[in-house]
């Protein structure tokens, strides 16, 4: 499902649920886990979404994460 683009910067707030809430399941806590447990690990998340398209969230982690 697309994030639209003011919703961008919040995604990975606690408890931040999107406009899209009515179509999608969940209590807003997965994203900022994630987030949480990637940079833990030194790594990096990000997301891009382009409306009525895409989303696409991106993972970087180096190999001192492994």
Do not use: D
Request: no cysteine; charged share 15%; hydrophobic share 40%.
């Amino acid at each position: 499902l697309p994030i639209y683009e003011k919703e961008i910067e919040s995604v990975f707030n606690p408890f931040y649920r999107g406009a899209n809430q009515s179509v999608a399941s969940g209590n807003g806590i997965g994203l900022s886990l994630t987030q949480k447990i990637i940079v833990l690990h030194q790594g990096e998340i990000s997301v891009k979404s382009i409306p009525n398209e895409q989303t696409v969230f991106t993972i970087l982690l180096t190999s001192e994460a492994f």
